[in-house]
């Protein structure tokens, strides 16, 4: 397991050693959905708030300026990202609201790292197609998230409704940052969200070019049961 972390942390630090400082300028044309996600989010007042994944501080940033009452905490194995992220948000002047760690999104020990054991919030924004253990990490995600909490996603789709020739050029392009769109997201966060009368919506953004997905998880289950449901927006 350390192995396996050690090279992928090796890995993401050498694809972003020097995307990273053009990182955001480039990624805004294409890593739609992200606002959208930031405003689904309904972070409580006093709550806390983790983003997995959390690279140059980006979507932190934005969330802890539109929820000033909440704090947030960002997870992600790359160091190199996460220095840019803290200097990211030490000009913002968010230090005091935003935590940063080093760890694997699939098996970091979170009250380690930051005190807390379960959060409010907990988001992926297209980290998900970028973990090799996509799978852990989304079941690990959940079991952080307190009853009454809500996990959030956004992440490439399939694309369902744009031209072939653009999906082929999109996929060959992701190949060359070991980008993969998780194609069995919707049935495998089911199945990670199965306890606790979990309430999975997915919705389908910008032509299939993007999922939004968010799961609810309800403070006092009294059966295990999941509802989904379906939204087709374009």
Not at 36 to 41: E, P
Not at 193 to 208: I, M, Y
């Amino acid at each position: 397991m350390l192995q396996k972390h050690n090279q992928t942390a090796a890995l993401m630090d050498a694809i972003y050693k020097h995307q990273r400082f053009i990182y955001d300028i480039t990624r805004k044309y294409y890593l739609l959905g992200r606002d959208q996600l930031i405003k689904q989010l309904q972070a409580p007042a006093g709550g806390v708030v983790l983003e997995i994944g959390c690279g140059t501080g980006r979507n932190l940033i934005k969330a802890a300026k539109q929820y000033p009452d909440t704090r947030f905490y960002g997870l992600d194995i790359s160091r190199s990202m996460l220095e840019l992220a803290e200097g990211n948000i030490a000009r913002a002047g968010l230090e005091h609201r935003i935590r940063l760690a080093k760890g694997d999104a699939a098996s970091a020990d979170l009250f380690a790292l930051f005190g807390h054991d379960d959060f409010d919030c907990v988001f992926f924004s297209y980290a998900l197609s970028m973990i090799p253990p996509w799978q852990q990490a989304l079941s690990h995600a959940w079991a952080h998230v307190r009853p009454g909490g809500t996990l959030h996603l956004v992440d490439f789709g399939q694309q369902e409704h744009m031209p072939s020739a653009f999906k082929t050029l999109l996929h060959a392009w992701l190949r060359r940052f070991h980008v993969t769109p998780r194609y069995e997201l919707p049935s495998v966060m089911r199945s990670a969200c199965a306890d606790h009368c979990a309430q999975v919506e997915f919705s389908s953004r910008f032509r299939g070019y993007a999922w939004l997905a968010s799961a609810s998880k309800q403070a006092h289950p009294s059966t295990a049961c999941t509802a989904s449901r379906e939204l087709a927006t374009s």
